[in-house]
Nanobody, 124 residues
Framework: QVQLVESGGGLVQAGGSLRLSCASS????????MAWFRQAPGQKREFVAT????????QYADSVRGRFTVSRDKDKNTMYLQMSSLKPEDTAVYSC?????????????????WGQGTQVTVSS
């Protein structure tokens, strides 16, 4: 089992920045990749970014590419999401996820472990 805990959410004005953290514990040695997803009110959860835990290869949703940066610190078992140039449409609950298997990086079914989520609110 892997436990994930997000932090760093909050309220920010449009154009501002936030950094989210996702601390993992438990059987972290089995992690293949981690990701960020988000869910806005009344909408489905959507993919934001993913990073290979060993390779550090990153991929992003079109809506955040160039504004968000995903990274990880293997020594701290922590993944980060640096969010810049935030827009009101970025308002959502952001959740981190982890998988021990390759494949399906952009969909929820590709991940076995999830955090509880952290709220990000961007005011206009």
């Amino acid at each position: 089992q892997v436990q994930l805990v997000e932090s760093g959410g909050g309220l920010v004005q449009a154009g501002g920045s936030l950094r989210l953290s996702c601390a993992s514990s438990g059987r972290t040695f089995s992690t293949n990749r981690m990701a960020w997803f988000r869910q806005a009110p009344g909408q489905k959860r959507e993919f934001v970014a993913t990073i290979g835990w060993i390779s550090s290869i990153t991929q992003y949703a079109d809506s955040v590419r160039g504004r968000f940066t995903v990274s990880r610190d293997k020594d701290k078992n922590t993944m980060y999401l640096q969010m810049s140039s935030l827009k009101p449409e970025d308002t959502a609950v952001y959740s981190c996820a982890a998988s021990s298997r390759p494949g399906a990086p952009f969909i929820e079914a590709g991940y076995s472990y999830w955090g509880q989520g952290t709220q990000v609110t961007v005011s206009s």
